[in-house]
């Protein structure tokens, strides 16, 4: 409860408000979504067409019956497997710097320098050596490349909640004769569990819905959605029913993992800056 | 105490854990090693290879690997292309910046009384930031089709007349179409820090000022901003390097076109380095994009420090 709630804007007025600025924010998911659902007939039809007559799937299906729809199942392995890949290693080397301030202020500040690069600029010497490695349009390349993308994020969030964790359960658990690596694994992981998941998410995300890496480091075996999206971009004659479609494909699915997750969302988005 | 343990007992409780180098300490480091190798590998090597091959000429033609001096950066300062393409991604971070902010502000402060249904309205506000950049630009690309976009129909509903405005062509609106998109997706980001920022301001203070009669501007000013400070300062330096990077949704609408209007310095970067294969050049290109951004960024933050 706030004091004075009367010196702002009226009630009314702010719901009035309040229902423009998410119509605003609303309108272009919606528009999407319709446009992957209607006929091509009311894609191309002259007015556009708001609320389209006759809900139906072939876009969708037509997506799954030339396998384009198996780009989701790349981004979801790839995104999946290297965000396990992501919070392992990082959750490790966080609980290590927290806990005893490994590399000092510089090893930290290199770590989250690594986040400011742009990918432009690592995916281009990365492109030469993932060639002579042999790893462009292979999983592994991109999960190693989105690993390693992830890890300053996934290091400098679980920084923060291992730092939350009382020392006293650590101490007790030295004293009961648990080595260090058991306590990290049975008090500290347990302890950390939201957090683990709460940054976990945003990692998924971030790997599933990258695209310059994708563009550059797939050819045809691993492509991922968003790049299979502009596959479908073409001067004029783009395939809006296929872009509309595969779009939805690929933001639903994340769309859903959010929505149960909505408390983590702040922390999680501003890089744990704010603390939820 | 026998345990030679990392974790000061209770004599020191509440220290912070630092300490008198245990035995075994072998264990930090065996933890952070994994993922420092692979940010070596993916991170720093990156940068060391394309400093020694932005010295070298490796064209698509001719694999040269002898040293060739700063011939490309001398090429880079004279690229017109290349400042353009600066200049151009400047712009979208001087422009889309500053509007993401304060209609992230406004928004946060429309939504920081009780409101009915106020959850649902943040959880849905924030819908734009989890799409994927390149389908967002996809979408806003169907929005903004010249007779099949619902933009240009409304536009005519509104000036009377029926519009046909190309939006991924015309010189004068790709700009505002660009920017327009990168508002859509990002405000709600700026909206979500700063929400949740001004609910931690210390009400007791807030209180006071408006007792002492202060002024909505001034209680924002003294009360307020210092509050939310940092949050702003780590919410515009994250969107000021995605800005920098802006890639992905101008590759959907215009792909820099027309001609190389909206290139920015990611595309132009793919451009030479994956359509034309100048790998020296692309090298020296991206190293020194890492200088101008080592250099701004240390700026900035020693900025931030001394202003505290």
Known sequence: MRLHPERGLGLSLRLVLALAVLVFFLFPIYWLAIIAFKTPEEIFAYPPVWVPENIQFANFLVLFKDGDAETVFNSLFIAGVSTVFAMLLGTMCAYSIARYRTGGNLFSDWIISNRMIPPIVIVFPVFLLFVTLGLVDTYTGLILLYTAFNLPYVIWMMKGYVQDVPLELEEAALVDGLNRWQVFVKVVLPMVRGGLFATAVFTFVFAWNEFIFALILTRNEVTTFPVQVTHYFGGQSNFWAKIAAMSMLGTVPIFIVVAFLQRYLVRGISLGAVKG | ?308
Do not use: C
């Open chain 2, 1 to 308: 105490m026998t345990q030679a343990d990392p974790f000061p007992l209770s004599a020191e409780a509440g220290a912070r854990p630092v300490r008198r180098r245990p035995r075994g300490t072998g264990f930090k480091y065996w933890m952070i090693l994994p993922a420092v190798a692979v940010i070596l590998l993916i991170g720093l090597f990156p940068v060391i290879y394309t400093a020694m091959k932005s010295v070298q000429n490796i064209t698509m033609f001719d694999q040269d690997f002898s040293y060739n001096g700063f011939i490309h950066y001398k090429t880079l300062l004279n690229d017109t292309r290349f400042w353009k393409a600066l200049a151009h991604t400047l712009i979208f971070v001087a422009v889309a910046l500053p509007l993401e902010l304060l209609l992230g502000l406004a928004m946060a402060y429309l939504f920081l009384d009780r409101l009915p249904g106020r959850p649902i309205f943040v959880t849905l506000l924030v819908l734009p930031v989890l799409v994927s950049p390149i389908v967002a630009g996809a979408t806003w690309r169907l929005l903004l089709d010249n007779r099949y976009g619902p933009i240009n129909q409304i536009i005519g509903w509104i000036t009377g007349t029926e519009q046909t405005l190309l939006w991924s062509v015309d010189p004068n609106l790709v700009y505002p179409a660009i920017i327009l998109a990168e508002v859509w997706q990002w405000t709600p980001f700026m909206f979500l820090l700063l929400w949740a920022a001004l609910q931690n301001v210390d009400q007791s203070q807030m209180e006071a000022a408006e007792l002492d009669g202060a002024s909505w501007w001034r209680t924002f000013r003294l009360v307020v901003l210092p509050s939310i400070w940092p949050v702003v300062a780590i919410a515009v330096l994250i969107r000021a390097l995605d800005l920098f990077r802006l890639f992905d949704v101008v590759w959907a609408l215009t792909k820099g076109g027309p001609g190389t209007m909206t290139e920015t310095i990611s595309i132009y970067a793919y451009v030479q380095g994956f359509q034309q294969f100048e790998t020296s050049y692309t090298a020296a290109m991206a190293f020194m994009v890492i200088i101008i951004l080592a250099v701004t960024v240390t700026i900035v933050l020693r900025k931030i420090e001394i202003d505290r």
